[in-house]
């Protein structure tokens, strides 16, 4: 279910919400990078966590 995530998306780990929004760094395969607001960049094993798509587009920087 996450074969369709591209570097920018900006989705939501379904088992942690306190993490806030991440942004899609890259996929390779089943592992997907993911910079959260409240927790950082972090490797996320996409055969234990579909991860919520909440845009397709990346968030304005500031």
Partial sequence: MNEF???GMIV???GAPDW???QVQS???LKITVN?????K???DGNHVV???ISGRSVPQE
């Fill in 51 to 53: 991860l919520r798509l």
């Fill in 5 to 7: 995530l591209e570097p």
């Fill in 42 to 44: 972090l490797v996320i």
């Fill in 12 to 14: 939501a780990h379904p």
């Fill in 36 to 40: 959260f607001e409240h927790r950082g």
């Fill in 20 to 22: 806030g929004l991440g």
């Fill in 27 to 29: 996929r390779i395969g």
